[in-house]
């Protein structure tokens, strides 16, 4: 087993988590913050509903499309080299945005804007991976890495409002200038390089079109499906077209000398467990956060701006559940925490399905809100902790894009599912009464896909493939602490 690249002396552990979450926060912040600005950018571009939805689609598409494929490039390549490559593109691309004159420009700009995105974010957390030892420092650090990666979504409604409100919806894109920059410059600096040394100079280039193209279908067919209907042709050709390319993908790398991904890995059952669980987790837990939003909004009658800031105790929810999950984690075990983060989650969910159509925020709206907060912080640094674990450090990139695709298709399929469980359950959508029944039926579908990977997480995941993260600590003193 290779131990985890340190940073030089002059460089601070933490300075390089700083740097890696900030350019993650923009990753998952302009996941959202484009959401409350859609009037506005509807407005001045002349956009019709058809291209309109695609300012979302589009970096969500590409984002989840590119990730296998810049995990493991970051692993080949260099993960700072794609890390920084990431920032670049990705920056670049939030200009174009801000200075889009047509619907055309800022889609293409948006779909740029994932690309970046999908290199950033697995080489992100493959850093923290590579820069933390196993055990209590890495648990830190990934408590830190979640509740940015979660927290970011509320923060980008807070945040799209109100720049949208106070200046324009261009500056939603423009803000990220002077923080891709500064990362890029600070990373430059400060950022340990860290890649496969063994690893040969050859690139699976038929592994990498296969699951790429594959992935994007995927993405692609669960988008078409929320729009046009499971059962419409180009869904069901979309899936077909999918299921085709990531069989081929799965041939190639069994007969590839140099696999995009070596598909051994699969055999280190915490990896395979901590995907799968996640994968069901996002799937409901997205879902939530998007009809959360939908009832704030059309429901309760709350502006953007307002809306944004009614989420802001949910991110302080998992900023404490997550702090709190990655101190006690190596303690308890991650298997306890994570248990009782899906419980807590899903009784948060279970309240939500009962939300009055004359509710109130404070009494409907928020204690439901701060559960489920509090449930996912307690979920994701667990299930970070044992996706990332155990691994040899050429893998780390590899396992960070296999964790965060596990995450980003889940929560697509997720949000999909549970929009056509919604629409086939409200009668008429002008009709407050009728749009909350809906609401209901999406809240109680996410409470039980949390609830089966409370069952996957408890049936896949014994003991004894996490003992590793607790002797860990254990050699470091924190259990004396």
Not at 151 to 161: D, E, R
Request: aromatic share 8%; net charge neutral.
């Amino acid at each position: 087993m290779n131990s985890p690249s340190r940073t030089t002396d002059a460089t601070n552990p933490w300075i390089v988590l700083v740097l890696v979450c900030m350019a993650q926060f923009m990753v998952v912040l302009d996941a959202t913050v484009v959401n409350v600005a859609l009037p506005s950018i509807q407005k001045d571009l002349g956009l019709g509903e058809s291209n309109l939805q695609w300012i979302v689609n589009a970096y969500t598409l590409v984002f989840g499309g590119f990730l296998l494929l810049g995990g493991r490039a970051g692993d080949l390549l260099g993960r700072k080299r794609l890390f920084l490559f990431g920032i670049v593109v990705f920056t670049v691309a939030s200009l174009l945005d801000g200075l889009a004159t047509s619907s055309g420009m800022l889609i293409g700009a948006r779909a740029l804007q994932g690309l970046g995105a999908a290199f950033i974010s697995p080489a992100a957390l493959s850093i923290i991976s590579t820069t933390f030892a196993e055990g209590a420092e890495r648990a830190k650090a990934l408590g830190v890495w979640a509740a940015i990666a979660i927290g970011g979504s509320a923060v980008g409604l807070v945040l799209g409002g109100a720049l949208t409100q106070l200046l324009s919806w261009p500056w939603i894109f423009f803000i990220n200038l002077p923080v891709g920059v500064a990362v890029f410059l600070f990373s430059l600096r400060l950022v340990p390089e860290s890649k496969d040394e063994l690893a040969h100079r050859s690139f699976d280039v038929a592994g990498a079109v296969t699951v790429t193209a594959g992935l994007m279908s995927l993405v692609f067919a669960i988008v078409k499906a929320e729009q046009a209907g499971w059962t419409a042709v180009v869904t069901i050709s979309f899936f077909i077209v999918a299921i085709v390319l990531l069989a081929g993908f799965v041939v190639t790398e069994l007969h590839s000398k140099e696999p995009l991904v070596r598909l051994s890995i699969f055999r280190v059952r915490s990896l395979t467990a901590a995907n799968v669980v996640m994968f069901l987790v996002a799937s409901g837990i997205f879902a939530m956060f998007f009809f959360n939003s939908l009832y704030i909004q059309r429901v309760l009658g709350y502006g953007p701006l307002k809306a944004g800031l009614a989420f802001l105790p949910f991110t302080g929810g998992i900023m404490v559940s997550a702090g709190l999950a990655s101190k006690y984690a190596p303690k308890i075990g991650v298997r306890p925490i994570a248990l009782v983060g899906m419980l807590v989650s899903i009784a948060g969910l279970l309240l939500l399905a009962r939300l009055p159509v004359g509710g109130s925020y404070a009494l409907d709206v928020l204690p439901p809100m701060l559960l489920t907060s509090l449930g996912m912080g307690a979920v994701f640094v667990p299930l970070t902790l044992v996706a990332t674990t155990g691994l040899e450090n050429e893998d780390q990139g590899l396992a960070s894009g296999l964790f965060n695709t596990s995450q980003q298709v889940g929560g697509a399929l997720g949000l999909a599912i549970l929009s056509t469980l919604a629409a086939g359950h409200t009668v008429d959508e002008k009709v407050k009464a009728d749009l909350v029944e809906g609401f209901h039926w999406a809240f109680a579908g996410a409470a039980v896909l949390v609830a089966a990977s409370l069952v996957l997480l408890t049936a896949l995941l014994r003991r004894a493939d996490v003992e590793r993260i607790q002797s860990e600590a254990a050699t470091a003193g924190v259990l004396a602490g």
